[in-house]
């Protein structure tokens, strides 16, 4: 069945190709504005002097949002681009664009370029395959949240900068101690409420977020993190807030956090890996860098985070001569040295075992502490069921209503019962709306 989100115009791959061109062109929209924006163009410039039959054309298409809204504007009008880069909360949107996608593992078969799924990072791959483990999109930036922290405040209050907390109860502790040190005013913020309090919470202990493997086996999945882990930990961090421990940062990105990290506000952070370049250029003191906390008391924790950022979904409707070009900027995408240097430059990440290996080699994991955290969370543990990430039509919309619920708690509006059980059934209405659409 198709989805009616790319529906309005009919596409279908062009069968009977012409002969390969000079510099045929491929169009990249993307969401990676400043400093990224400038590395993701160098990418596409390095392939392009690498060869001389294809030239990749990025193009700045604003916020995740705005560049899928953009493309799917741009389908209808039979003028999409040939590379979409989407967040990982739009990808069971764009499985269920069926007949708009053109998977990458048929492309790259298609094409005869070489492709092996098994070079990629398991938790990686896992996040974007079909039911059958067919790769859907091609990973380009991944990352997961990990713990930013303050290691002058930590030495001020006494703590040991070296060993950052391990569980949420040593977070309490850690942080009640910098404030009554008076070292600082705050223990820990956190960005992306949605993404590190629930989404990743629940894989890191283990526990589903919905039915269905967390939405993977099939659109009729239910949301069911309306447990009491969640619930208490969500009126955790409001008594936390209460006293002075944890500080709301804000709902969706969570704007307000990060800048009460570099104004040493508050000593702990929690935030995207993709954020390290950003959080030492932005800090006038030594960062540290730790895993995510747990509750020990939960059997099977800590179990492996689950990723955010986004990959590059192939749209149909081009040429088999463009396709080919697609086909082979993936593969020098794949290449270790390119993977390692992206990832180095921007802390998303390596997607491949080889470019995490040449990485290590080239001893940037110990010339650099703490870098190696993302990819040590993401690899702890075989992804489970719980912990292989999750594909919600919808999301993008239910995040914002898992952000509103979780920000009532922090007013003290709702408890986190109440707030986990509106989120629950609220996210469900709007999950049944996707899956009616797909009939």
Same mark, same amino acid.
Do not use: K
């Given at each position: 069945m198709r989805s009616t989100l790319f /529906?309005?115009? $009919?596409? @279908?791959?062009?069968?009977?190709?012409? /002969?390969?061109? $000079?510099? @045929?062109?491929?169009?990249?929209?993307? /969401?990676?504005g400043g400093e990224l924006g400038e590395l993701l163009e160098g990418v596409a410039e390095g392939f392009n002097e690498s060869q001389s039959d294809f030239r990749v054309v990025p193009s700045f298409r604003g916020t995740y949002a705005e560049a899928m809204t953009g493309a799917i504007a741009a389908f209808r009008a039979n003028q999409q681009p040939h590379i979409l880069q989407v967040f990982e909360v739009g990808t069971g949107t764009m499985m269920g664009a069926e007949g708009a996608i053109y998977p990458i593992y048929q492309l790259m078969a298609d094409n005869d370029v070489a492709f092996d799924p098994s070079a990629y990072l398991d938790t990686i791959v896992s996040y974007y395959t079909d039911p059958e483990g067919n790769m859907l999109s091609f990973p380009f930036n991944s990352s997961t949240p990990i713990m930013y922290y303050n290691r002058d405040i930590f030495e001020a209050a006494g703590l040991d900068p070296d060993t950052p907390p391990a569980t949420w109860a040593e977070m309490e502790a850690a942080s009640l101690q910098i404030i009554e040190s008076g070292?600082?005013?705050?223990g820990f913020t956190t960005?992306?409420?949605s993404w590190?309090?629930?989404?990743n919470f629940t894989a890191w202990h283990n526990v589903p977020l919905s039915t269905q493997s967390n939405g993977f086996e099939g659109f009729d999945a239910e949301f069911v993190f309306n447990t009491e882990?969640?619930?208490?930990?969500?009126?955790n961090l409001k008594a936390w807030?209460?006293?002075?421990a944890f500080r709301w940062g804000g709902p969706g990105p969570g704007p307000d956090a990060a800048p009460l990290f570099y104004a040493a506000e508050c000593a702990m952070f929690f935030g995207s890996s993709a954020s390290r370049a950003g959080v030492l250029n932005n800090s006038d003191f030594e960062v540290g860098f730790g895993m995510q906390p747990y509750y020990d008391t939960v059997e099977g924790a800590p179990q492996n985070t689950i990723i955010g950022g986004a990959t590059l979904w192939v749209l149909t409707g081009h040429d088999d001569a463009e396709y080919q070009g697609i086909a082979e900027f993936f593969e020098y995408l794949s290449q270790p040295e390119v993977q390692a240097k992206w990832h180095q430059d921007t802390g998303y990440l390596p997607i491949t075992q080889a470019s995490y290996d040449?990485?290590?080699?080239?001893?940037?994991?110990?010339?650099?502490?703490?870098?190696?955290?993302?990819?040590?969370q993401m690899t702890l543990n075989p992804p489970t069921p719980n912990s292989s990430g999750l594909r919600f039509g919808n999301f993008v919309q239910i995040r914002d209503i898992i952000s509103e619920e979780m920000e009532s708690v922090m007013s003290g509006a709702k408890t986190g019962q109440q707030a986990t059980d509106d989120a629950v059934?609220?996210?469900?209405?709007?999950?049944?709306?996707?899956?009616?659409?797909?009939?």
């Open positions: /529906a309005a115009t $009919a596409m @279908t791959l062009v069968i009977g190709t012409p /002969a390969l061109q $000079a510099q @045929t062109q491929i169009d990249w929209w993307h /969401a990676m070292a600082a005013p705050c960005s992306w409420p590190l309090m629930l989404e882990l969640v619930s208490t930990h969500w009126d807030q209460d006293a002075g040449l990485t290590m080699e080239q001893g940037y994991y110990d010339e650099n502490p703490g870098s190696d955290i993302s990819i040590r059934r609220r996210g469900n209405v709007l999950l049944r709306e996707f899956e009616a659409s797909m009939n």
